[in-house]
Each structure stands twice: as structure tokens, then as C-alpha cells.
């Protein structure tokens, strides 16, 4: 059916409208062969559908499948005539006015619209069997769900839609309710406007709900999911949202680039620190946005070619990227780069080539191996070349030149004294990967071995692995490390994220001769609150799945926050005492003041002043009670060192915690 909603403009609607008219009620007067007292209403389509074939000279009275003429009929009257009342429960209504004929007379209303009245006469109004179940039609069918619009899109942030019942039963309805961040828990009931409806939507996640009902039933339901956010980033505003993407470039955007098949590298991660897809992002090329899928996963590869320049010896290009998230946020950047033109096979810089067997425990095994990049030279060569500096054999499928495959490395005692390091073999198991720890030899080292997802990747400067083969990866020659590793898992145990296997990631890398933990780790929260006497506890845990690992930190225990609650005065001959009870707990203590008879000091407060010892915590205030009568009232020991001076309290902590203080400890971690 959405065929017939489709948003054009009235146009043969407009000329055929007289004859319909005229048809219509010739029609019904003589021509319906189905007329049946004792059904319900037809549709608005279904109708036009029909009038517009008899129109036409057919007979078909059935026919919904007629054309685009009605296409174009129905959509005016959906989209402007809607006063016939959708949610009426009448079925037939004789005096043929307004929307009261419901169903049948829709036509009538686009006709009306048309601008000729309606049809008027006090004819017997037949009704037209619909055996079809009804259904729920509306314009929010013919998009995405969940869609995306940007604030730019509405008008006072109203998306406009139609929906309602088509072969509508009598006592049926449709109900449409909005949830949003604005509207209550159950959603704001929309109100229609004949089958026209006005969302107001909020910034964020928008559903919109229809619900085809009879009483308390609900025979059909429909959710549309609506995003709503801002514009994305231009170059006038290159942040959008309150965590705008970070788009990195890890290829040489600064020195002038001298070879022709230059490589782009981007990622983009958004405020979670995943990395964008590349449907999310847009790189163009002065102007031109690229269509073909990029290589690589996360940190993609867009293959530049340069052309010689028409004058001179070099140009520019602006390469523009935009990223974007599904909450709203966007970034967008520019980079001028400058291309100058290198004659195929001439030296362009240097690079160096490494073997990387740390997964195997043997560390970075071969470095020392560099060369001179030549303009036009495909990676693939520069391994072979290093094969042979290492006295290795490389076992390859392709040729150096398309389709270069590395398989296997051999070499005497390439693999002796392997081991793979015990938590990465324990990642493998928790893993599911398929292991044969047999499955190796001496001298050879080859995908498959050890594990199911074992084979050679190459990385450029540790950071990216392109997500092609060598012979179609051009090096910049900005002093390039190329390292050759061996993965024993796809890939994650040397920094990539796969979906093969139980785990997608292993938090953490075995390369260069080490482990390196990469976590992801949560906010971090106060996972016991540290209390007068009690030390708390502050953790943060990783949020990958299956893998568990956390690290907290101890809230040292707060110290009593004393304060003066009572006070006795003593006499000559009574004691008085000065009460104390903390602000936090119910602890109290009680300092009495000796007899002034006694003489000395008779005011014993300072006594306790004097006294902060509590560096240790432990109410040590005793003391500096007992002395409070020597005479000078400077209690105590009186070095109070860290004490709370405001309190005049008998023990107390010396340090608060400090979230900032945690925060500190945090960081000094990651790094
Ligand atoms: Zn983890
Ligand atoms: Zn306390």
C-alpha cells in the first residue's frame, strides 16, 4: 500500500476530480456489484483505487493495484483533506456529510478539496464488503527505523506524519503515543488531526508508537525509533554534541607526500572510546566525498592516487574528514596536504623492517633491517628484501606485486625455545580457539600453528594494521617501522578487535617483548564508603565481557568529626566535663573538667584544644584530659600534629580522602 503515499503533488487528480465525482455516485447508485448491507466501510485508497479505474473504463471494481493516477489522488486526500473523523465508531451515516459517510464518502472529501461540494445527493449509501484485515498505514513505513533527523530537518522540532487504520473495523481506533525524553513514563497520547499527527521531539532516542485498539484490546502495534540530533560538524563548526568524536590521522599529513599511491589512515573513537565505522565517517577529497569502502577496521585506509601535476612539480589537495556518533555528536577536520611529484623508482626516504615474535615468547627477534623507499615499490618487496637480510624464508601466495600473502616464515631455529606466555594462552582458552600446541616445528612458523587463528600481520609504525595485503600498501617513506607479527588470535593479542571467538578483545598486547595491558575500564565507583573508623573502597572494572579484571583503590577511614554537644562547669568542689559527639556516627566522649578548687587553669577547654594527637586515629583525646588541669590548660602534648583545629576534638584524622588524590593514583596507572 505505501506505493499510494508516495509525496507528489496533485496533478491528475485535480482534472480527473469532476469525472469522478460523477462516477462515484454513478457508481454507487447502479454500477457496485458488491454492495452488501451489512458491512463496514472502505478505504480511502482501496476507493480511489477503484474510482479512478472506472474512470478509466474499466470495469474492475476491485482493482487496488491501479496506477499512479490514484496514487497521486489518495496521497492529496491523506495529506489534505482529512476531515472525516478516522476514530468515529458509525459506520454509515446517510445524511452524507462532512466525514460522516466515513469510509465510503473519503472520496467525497477529495473531492470536495477539489472544490466541487460534495456530492450531495440523499442517496442511498451502499456499503462495500472489506474482508481485508485492517491495518496500520502511516509515512513513518517508508524510512529507516530507527531514523535519524537532524534539528535542521524540523520546524520547531515537529516531525509531521499521517497514520491510521486501513479496512478499519467498526469500534476500532488507532492510538499514537510519543516517548521521549520529555513526555511522561507511558508516553503523551498524540492527538489526530484527522490522520495527520504532530511529534514535538526531544534531542536523543524518540519512539513513536501506534496501537491499532478496540476497547482494551490491541489487535496491532508499530514502534518507530526516532533519533533526533544536531546538525553534524561543518567546517564552521567542526565539535557538535558534548563529546564530539576524536578523529586521529595516522598517516604523514604535515611533510609533503611523495609517493603517488599515498595512503589516508584514519579512526575516529567516539566518547566511549569505541572506534567509529566507517558508514559513520566521511572523507572527502577536495570536496568529493569517497564512495568505496575503505580498508582496515576501526583505523581505515583510503587509497589516494596522485596524479602527475599538470604545471609544475607539486599541488595540494584539502582532505576533509566528519565523524559522527548516534547520540549527536560529530567532529569534523581538515588537512591540507602537498603532494610532490617523485619520478617511479626514485628514493623517497627510508624505513625499517622487524620481526615481532613476542606471542611465542621469543620477543622482538630480528630488527636492524632498513631500506630506502622507492616511489611506486609496494610493501611486499621491502619483506622480501628482509627475508633475506634475516637469512629467512618467507612463504608467500601472490606475487610481490597483487595479492601478496604471507603465510609462514622459516629459518633454522626460527621457532626453538618458543613459549607462549602463560596469560595470553589462558586468554586463547577463555577464548574457545581451537589450539594444537603441536602444531609447530623448529624452524618454521606458519598460520595455523598453535591455534586456529594464528598467522602474520604486518604493522606500520606499531599503531595501524592495514586491512590489506603488502603489495597494495605504498610506505610514505617518513622513516617507516614495519613490524612483522606473529597473532595467535586473530589478531587480539597484538592490538585488534575481532568477532571471531568467545572474546572480542584480550585487553592487552604481547608485543615488542612484553605484555601491555589495555583495559577498558569503567568510570571507577565508591564501591564501600569509608566511615569514621572503617576504610572504604573505590574500584573500577573492566567493561569487556568475560574478562573480569579490576583494580580498586583504599578510602582511608574518615577519623571521628567531633563536636562540642554539652558542657558541664566545674565548681571548686565538682568537676564539670565537656561532652563531644561526632557528626557522623553516634560515638561520643565525654572530657571532665577537674574542680577548679584544685587550682590552676579553671578553664579546661583549652586543655582539649591543645590536644589534637589524633594523627593516629584512635581517640587518643584521653591524654590530653587528664592535664588539663596542670595548671596552663595547654593540655595535653599539645604537638597535636594534623589535628582539626575546630573542633578541639580529642582524635581526628589527618587527611581526608580526596577523590582528586584517587583520580591522581588513576592516571599514574593507565600510563
Ligand atoms: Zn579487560
Ligand atoms: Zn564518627
Known amino acids: 500500500m505505501s506505493g499510494f503515499f508516495r509525496k507528489n503533488k496533485k496533478t491528475i487528480a485535480a482534472q480527473l476530480a469532476v469525472i469522478t465525482a460523477v462516477v462515484v455516485l454513478l457508481f454507487f447508485v447502479f454500477g457496485q456489484k458488491q454492495v452488501e448491507p451489512d458491512t463496514t466501510f472502505d478505504d480511502p485508497p482501496e476507493l480511489k483505487a477503484e474510482v479512478m479505474t472506472v474512470a478509466s473504463g474499466s470495469d474492475d471494481t476491485d482493482g487496488p493495484g491501479s496506477g499512479s493516477g490514484s496514487g497521486d489522488s489518495a496521497d492529496d486526500m491523506e495529506e489534505e483533506t482529512e476531515e472525516e473523523q478516522d476514530e468515529s465508531e458509525t459506520v454509515v451515516d446517510p445524511e452524507g456529510q462532512g466525514g460522516g459517510l466515513d469510509g465510503v464518502t473519503d472520496s467525497d472529501n477529495a473531492l470536495n478539496e477539489e472544490g466541487n461540494g460534495n456530492v450531495g445527493e440523499p442517496t442511498i449509501i451502499p456499503i462495500v464488503v472489506d474482508d481485508e484485515d485492517p491495518v496500520i498505514v502511516t509515512d513513518l513505513a517508508s524510512y529507516d527505523n530507527p531514523r535519524a533527523i537532524s534539528f535542521s530537518e524540523l520546524t520547531d522540532d515537529v516531525l509531521h506524519f499521517y497514520a491510521y487504520i486501513d479496512h478499519r473495523k467498526p469500534g476500532m481506533k488507532l492510538q499514537v503515543r510519543l516517548f521521549n525524553d520529555a513526555s511522561p513514563a507511558n508516553g503523551s497520547l498524540l492527538e489526530a488531526d484527522g490522520h495527520n499527527y504532530g511529534a514535538v521531539l526531544a534531542q536523543g532516542t524518540n519512539t513513536i508508537t501506534l496501537y491499532m485498539r478496540e476497547g482494551d484490546q490491541i489487535y496491532d502495534k508499530i514502534s518507530y525509533t526516532i533519533i533526533y540530533m544536531p546538525d553534524k560538524a561543518d567546517p564552521d563548526n567542526p565539535e557538535v554534541g558534548e563529546h564530539p568524536p576524536v578523529i586521529t590521522v595516522y598517516s604523514n599529513v604535515t611533510d609533503p607526500i611523495r609517493t603517488a599511491h599515498y595512503i589516508f589512515s584514519v579512526g575516529a573513537t567516539d566518547w566511549h572510546g569505541d572506534y567509529i565505522a566507517f558508514d559513520h565517517m566521511i572523507v572527502s577529497r577536495d570536496g568529493k566525498p569517497f564512495t568505496a569502502s575503505p580498508t582496515g577496521t576501526g583505523i581505515y585506509e583510503y587509497d589516494f592516487y596522485f596524479d602527475p601535476p599538470v604545471t609544475g612539480d607539486s599541488y595540494d589537495v584539502v582532505i576533509t574528514v566528519l565523524a559522527w556518533d548516534d547520540e549527536g555528536n560529530s567532529a569534523y577536520k581538515i588537512y591540507t596536504l602537498t603532494y610532490e611529484y617523485v619520478d617511479q623508482g626514485d628514493v623517497i626516504g627510508t624505513g625499517s623492517l622487524n620481526i615481532d615474535l613476542t606471542t611465542i615468547g621469543l620477543g622482538l627477534a630480528y630488527t636492524g633491517f632498513t631500506f630506502d623507499v622507492e616511489q611506486g615499490k609496494p610493501l611486499s618487496y621491502y619483506i622480501l628484501d628482509a627475508m633475506e637480510y634475516y637469512g629467512l624464508e618467507a612463504e608467500y601466495s601472490g606475487t610481490v606485486d597483487s595479492r601478496f600473502y604471507l603465510s609462514g616464515i622459516s629459518g633454522g631455529y626460527f621457532t626453538y625455545g618458543y613459549h607462549v606466555p602463560d596469560n595470553l594462552w589462558q586468554k586463547i582458552q577463555d577464548d574457545d580457539l581451537e589450539c594444537d600446541i603441536y602444531r609447530i616445528d623448529r624452524d618454521r612458523l606458519a598460520e595455523h600453528h598453535l591455534t586456529q587463528g594464528s598467522g602474520w600481520m604486518y604493522t606500520i609504525d606499531g599503531v595501524t594494521y592495514p586491512g590489506r595485503g603488502a603489495s597494495e600498501y605504498y610506505l610514505d617513506g617518513h622513516g617507516n617501522t614495519v613490524t612483522l607479527r606473529f597473532t595467535l588470535a586473530y589478531g587480539k593479542d597484538i592490538g585488534i578487535t575481532s568477532n571471531t571467538g568467545r572474546l572480542s578483545t584480550y585487553c592487552g598486547v604481547w608485543i615488542n617483548g612484553g605484555y ?3 583495559h577498558t ?3 571507577g565507583s565508591v564501591i564501600k564508603e569509608a566511615t569514621c573508623t572503617e576504610d572504604g573502597e573505590w574500584a573500577r572494572t573492566c567493561l569487556v565481557t568475560n574478562c573480569g579484571y579490576h ?11 567531633w563536636h562540642e554537644t554539652s558542657r558541664l562547669e566545674p565548681t571548686e568542689t ?8 561526632c557528626s557522623r556516627c553516634a560515638e561520643t566522649y565525654r572530657n571532665t573538667i577537674p574542680a577548679t578548687g584544685g587550682g590552676g587553669d579553671p578553664d579546661p577547654g583549652n586543655g582539649g584544644d591543645g590536644n589534637g594527637t589524633g594523627g593516629d586515629g584512635n581517640g587518643t583525646g584521653g591524654d590530653g584530659n587528664g592535664t588539663g588541669g596542670d595548671g596552663n590548660g595547654t593540655g595535653g602534648d599539645g604537638s ?4 582539626d583545629p575546630a573542633g578541639g576534638a580529642p582524635a581526628c584524622v589527618p587527611e581526608r ?9 588513576r592516571n599514574e596507572k593507565r600510563d
Do not use: M, N, T
Not at 578510602?555 to 568529626?561: E, R
Open 521 to 523: 575500564l569503567d568510570e
Open 640 to 643: 597535636g600534629d594534623g589535628g
Open 657 to 665: 580522602f580526596s577523590l582528586d588524590r584517587v583520580k591522581g593514583v
Open 516 to 518: 601491555e595491558p589495555r
Open 574 to 581: 565538682e568537676e564539670g566535663y565537656v561532652e563531644y559527639s
Open 551 to 561: 583494580e580498586s583503590q583504599v578510602i582511608p577511614a574518615l577519623g571521628h568529626d
